[in-house]
Every structure is written in structure tokens, then in C-alpha cells.
């Protein structure tokens, strides 16, 4: 299963971290997976190449994590709520492939 768990301080938003394997078919062919790779670098070269937001941002193996430091910031916040908008979609089309979560950091 995938797990995307996003982080909040204070009710906003700060970053993500999406990890794991779907499972719904093998790697390669996962249509599950590919939906999830897209948004998350979709919404990680818009907070970070379009937009110039500074963040941490880490591929590594089967786990992609960003993190911001910009508070009140409507636009970011608009970008986040787009990517968890569209990977609770996902997961409710596939479920048990992909679970969303939160953490108050």
C-alpha cells in the first residue's frame, strides 16, 4: 500500500510525504502508482520550479517527501489542498492501494 501522509502546523499545510508500493499490479504496471508519481511531482515542480517556493524536497528509492517554511500563504496552501484533493480521489477509486493521512507537526 501507499501511504501519503501530509504534515500540518496550526491548521495549514507544510509538506508531504508519499511512500511505498501500491499493489495493484506489478511495478511497471501499476496504474495506481503512475496516478500517484504524476501528482506528486506535478505538485512538487509547481510549488518548487514554477512557483520558487523554497522547500526540502527528497527522492529516495519508493519514497518522495517536501517541506516548506512559508506560513500564511494562500497560493501553497491552493497546491497542497490540490495534491490531497487528488490522492483522496485516488484512494477512494482504490482502496485499500493508497491511504492519506494527516500529522500535526
Known sequence: MTIAEFYRKNGELTGFKVKGHSGYAKQGSDIVCASVSSAVMLTANLITEIFGYNADVSAVGDTVALKTYV??????????????????EIASEFEGNLKVQFTEV
Request: aromatic share 6%; net charge negative.
Open 71 to 88: 506560513s500564511c500563504d494562500e497560493t501553497l496552501q491552493r497546491l497542497y489542498k490540490g495534491l490531497v484533493l487528488q490522492l483522496e
